[in-house]
């Protein structure tokens, strides 16, 4: 249930002796296999005896039901108390989910020490220390690889059958693949649920406008009401999901580590004795990473530019940027601009030749060109990350993730916020969204929902195999699979939020759309973790980290992007205050080419009022915002009674161990329990 499997890359047989003794002396029992593919790598089996899973788990904390329902922390010395509830390998009943029983295995491979490095061990540029972890010394020296072996075909394949709409499904995702990958599915269903209310919406505002063709988002006095909603959304949507993470944390009975300080495999630094632990430890210079902060800043800020220069270049093929824009000065480049002309290649207006097919040329070749760009920077970014050198997983990778996550962010954002903070066209920039929104989505539903797809028979056929493959064999068919890369899957959804909140009135079909393709997305998520990747290792996590932070920093945003696209871009504020404004008509060439044929401008005087305008709204969007975040709860009231009936179990049970056994402490009689705890409070005293 918890196999992982360990290869070593080298044909050194004193290094696998000694890596095998090494494990085994840890407690874990070690199974060996040559295999046949990969002549002299020697492949183990690692397994973990139940007794060491008890005790591993009631070091870790691990909180199960005991026979009353309830959830308690695990004490092995009460191991008969506790109700059995995962079905393992040949319907066995068991007390510990197939995630535990990983992470429980990882963790220990992690914690074993090197302590006397012999000669014959590979050493990296700094050195192998006594209190090094072995997995991660072979790690520096990229002869070891290291994944967590999936269970029975049925086993695997259970959150699949269930199918990603019902109820139980993130459950059966945690208790299978571990909470770092079932948060992602949490929040995935969690921001579909929540785009339902935007979504009808959004398709009333959309038939209103369908519905009155003189009306368009431009002048339209609906757009601004949807708009303003969907802002309140973002936040609700926010602390919605803060209070659901509390609630999938506390049901699946996680902890929050409190102390760790574990070291990637990748950290270097200078040799010193650790003022925790008295022991060696390498240390890096805060002030030295500082000087590596402002290099990657550089290296980043180029590739940006370069990302712009293609923004500019496809705004050029599209005709957005012409010989009426604000930019033409600096931004126009008529070698390539004519191409967009009346009656050329690309040009906008469909009198050019083959309109239904060149028109869309350029917006492909922007979306290819942006992910080619994406993948050249996400080398880029990993070897400026790994360079700046930081010491714990997590902080490595945050600090790869925002790199990435700006970089591609500003690829798809450059040119809508060209659009509708220089050129003030809404029309603009509600075409060039629907393009990149568009294109993109059939992007993601090609390679991402119809290939696996395709592939499903063929993977049913694999699974059915699977059912009596031996470990051997099982190793064979998972190690040329990639190992599950997270960031992709994360990333789109907060573009996407991107394209829903920060220009709302612009395309109010975004959230409806987006519900179509994310219910595709999950179906392909869960069909790629159970048959195309390796099983994932598991970390036992709290909640989606910095993503969840660029979240809030999107839809913060977002009331200054539209509240500006409110004001100056669009017309919207001039439905209102027609007198604040005026219309001055364009040549017939120059309104082919904004899509309109009149521009407004803030009349003489006016300009004072307007800006006042925008500054009150801005001040009362910002309270309300305020108001939401401070007075909605990240937990629900029985989250917070639960965790403290947990704490208070737990106080009891650390000045009295009887008084947990065999019964749940929700059924003692409320007298006795106060009088336990004052006795409690009386012996501290």
Same mark, same amino acid.
């Given at each position: 249930?918890?196999?992982?499997? %360990? ?11 000694? %890596? ?5 002396? $840890? ?51 009460? /191991? ?76 695997? $394949? ?74 309140? *959304? ?17 049901? *699946? ?20 004795? $650790? ?59 008529? $070698? ?50 790994? *360079?700046?050198? /930081? ?19 500003? &690829? ?184 309109? &044929?009149?521009?407004? %401008? ?52 650390? /000045? ?30």
């Amino acid at each position: 249930m918890g196999d992982y499997v %360990v290869i070593l890359l080298t044909d050194d047989k004193d290094l696998q002796k000694f %890596v095998s003794k090494r494990i085994v002396d $840890s407690g874990q029992t070690v199974s060996r296999f040559d295999h046949p593919e990969y002549p002299g790598h020697a492949a183990f089996i690692v397994k973990t005896p139940d007794d060491l899973i008890r005790k591993e788990a009631e070091g870790w904390g691990f909180l199960k039901r005991d026979e009353k329902g309830f959830k308690r922390e695990y004490l092995s010395s009460q /191991h008969d108390l506790f109700e059995p509830s995962y079905t393992s390998q040949g319907d066995v009943k068991s007390l510990f989910s197939p995630s535990e029983v990983s992470y429980i295995t990882h963790e220990l491979l992690k914690r074993v020490k090197m302590n006397d490095v012999p000669d014959f061990f590979p050493r990296s540029k700094s050195g192998v220390l006594p209190s090094d972890s072995m997995l991660l010394a072979l790690e520096r020296v990229q002869i070891v690889d290291c994944w967590p072996l999936h269970c029975n075909a049925e086993e695997r $394949s259970i959150a699949w059958k269930i199918g990603p709409l019902k109820r139980s499904f993130c459950d059966h995702v945690e208790h299978y693949f571990g909470s770092n990958v079932s948060l992602y599915f949490a929040w995935l269903t969690n921001y579909i649920i929540w785009l339902i209310m935007p979504a009808l919406v959004g398709s009333v505002v959309f038939l209103y406008h369908f519905m009155h063709p003189d009306i368009n988002v431009d002048n339209s006095m609906v757009s601004p009401i949807y708009t303003f909603f969907i802002v309140i *959304w973002g936040v609700l949507f926010v602390k919605s999901w803060d209070r659901d993470c509390a609630g999938h944390v506390c049901d *699946w009975g996680i902890n929050a580590v409190k102390w760790r300080r574990e070291v990637r495999s990748g950290y270097f630094g200078r040799k010193r004795i $650790s003022p925790v632990t008295g022991m060696p430890e390498r240390y890096f210079p805060p002030q030295d990473r500082l000087f590596r902060y402002s290099v990657s800043a550089c290296v980043t800020i180029l590739m940006l530019i370069l990302a712009f220069f293609v923004m500019v270049i496809s705004l050029n093929l599209q005709g957005y940027i012409h010989k009426y824009s604000y930019s033409k000065n600096y931004l126009l480049y008529t $070698s390539i601009s004519w191409l967009c002309d009346e009656g050329e290649y690309f040009d906008p207006t469909g009198k050019g030749p083959m309109p239904s097919l060149l028109l869309y040329i350029p917006v492909i070749l922007h979306v290819v060109i942006i992910q080619v760009l994406n993948k050249i920077y996400q080398v880029v970014a990993i070897k400026l990350t790994n *360079w700046e050198n /930081h010491r714990s997983p997590t902080q490595h990778e945050n600090a790869l993730y925002v790199k990435r996550f700006f970089f591609e962010a500003f &690829d798809c954002y450059i040119a809508l916020f060209y659009l509708a903070f220089i050129e003030n066209d809404i029309v603009l920039l509600r075409k060039e969204l629907v393009s990149l929104y568009t294109v993109d989505s059939i992007r993601r539903l090609s390679t991402e929902t119809l290939i696996p797809l395709i592939t499903r028979k063929a993977s049913r056929a694999i699974a059915s195999k699977e059912k009596d493959s031996n470990c051997s064999e099982r190793i064979d068919k998972d190690y040329d699979k990639d190992s599950y890369e997270q960031f992709d899957d994360y990333l789109e959804m907060i573009i996407q939020i991107g394209y829903v909140t920060l220009f709302a009135g612009a395309f109010p079909l975004a959230a409806p759309l987006s519900i179509i393709c994310n219910i595709l997305e999950l179906y392909s998520d869960i069909f790629k973790l159970t048959y195309i990747t390796r099983r994932p290792i598991v970390h036992r996590i709290t909640d989606i980290g910095v993503w969840s932070t660029l979240v809030k920093g999107i839809v913060l945003l977002s009331v200054f992007t539209n509240l500006y696209i409110f004001c100056f871009t669009s017309e919207q504020l001039m439905t209102y205050a027609p007198s604040l404004f005026e219309l001055i008509p364009l040549e017939a060439e120059e309104a082919l080419k904004s899509g309109s &044929d009149h521009v407004h %401008v803030i009349a003489d005087g006016a300009g004072m009022a307007v800006a006042t305008i925008m500054m009150s709204l801005e001040h009362i969007v910002l309270f309300l915002v305020a108001v939401i975040w401070i007075t909605v709860s990240e937990t629900t009231p029985a989250v917070e009674d639960e965790l403290a009936r947990r704490e208070y179990v737990k106080f009891l049970t650390s /000045h009295d161990t009887n008084s947990v056994t065999g019964l749940s402490l929700m059924s003692v009689d409320s007298s006795a329990v106060l009088e336990k705890a004052g006795a409690a409070t009386d012996n501290e005293e």
